[in-house]
């Protein structure tokens, strides 16, 4: 029988293992938020994503991500960013009470700080969401036991100057390819979720800013 990762017992761990750094990270300015939404299709664990749209400017355009964006001025802290910005590109509503807490920030090539919001969004079906087409070109979901399969998870060494200088995950096999920080997000989720089950891709990678 599968693990029930979105179960109310999971959910009250996930919180309890967050709840110190969401506190410090929810009173701490920073650059950019994306939500993570946990939801169920079909009853089946999965996580939301988004193909970002094709006519967006900047290098990530066409990439796999998270609903998410810039925080505004006028955002109260970084989880009123993640919903804020997951309304205005899927309109879909996220009550506050339904985030779990924050998970460890990354950081992307020019060091900004992105922090990702984990929260529970229910049952959902991904095609009954309205996208904002001038920011999202697809959304889809994938089922947390494809993300926990070996076959589905690879990896990236990078190297400079001939030398190895670090390792990031990749998942495979969905609709499209999940890589850079919305697979290291992926990751940081899986560990939180099925701790024991997902063996880690990331390594000699620094997420803190230098």
């Known amino acids: 029988m599968l693990p029930d990762y979105l179960s109310a017992e999971g959910e009250r761990r996930c919180r309890r293992l967050l709840a110190e750094v969401t506190a410090r990270l929810r009173a701490r300015p920073a650059a950019a938020a994306v939500l993570v939404p946990l939801c169920s299709v079909r009853g089946v664990p999965a996580l939301l994503y988004t193909l970002r749209s094709s006519r967006l400017a900047g290098r990530h355009k066409g990439d796999v991500s998270f609903p998410g964006g810039k925080c505004d001025p006028t955002d109260r802290d970084v989880v009123h960013t993640a919903l804020r910005e997951t309304h205005e590109e899927l309109g879909l509503v996220v009550p506050e009470e339904?985030?779990?807490?924050?998970?460890?920030?990354?950081?992307?090539q020019r060091k900004v700080t992105v922090v990702p919001v984990l929260a529970g969004v229910g049952p959902l079906d991904p095609q009954s969401l309205r996208p904002n087409p001038e920011e999202v070109d697809e959304v889809f979901a994938l089922p947390l036991t494809h993300l926990l399969q070996a076959q589905n998870q690879g990896y990236t060494h990078f190297r400079?100057?001939?030398?190895?200088?670090?390792?990031?995950?990749?998942?495979?096999?969905?609709?499209?390819?999940?890589?850079g920080l919305t697979a290291i997000i992926t990751e940081f989720t899986l560990q939180l979720l099925a701790p024991g089950t997902y063996q880690p891709r990331l390594a000699g990678f620094s997420l803190s800013r230098r």
């Not at 339904?98 to 992307?108: K, M, R, S």
């Not at 400079?160 to 890589?179: C, E, K, M, N």
């Open 98 to 108: 339904h985030v779990w807490g924050v998970l460890q920030p990354v950081y992307d």
């Open 160 to 179: 400079q100057g001939g030398h190895f200088r670090y390792t990031l995950p990749v998942f495979l096999h969905g609709p499209h390819r999940i890589w």
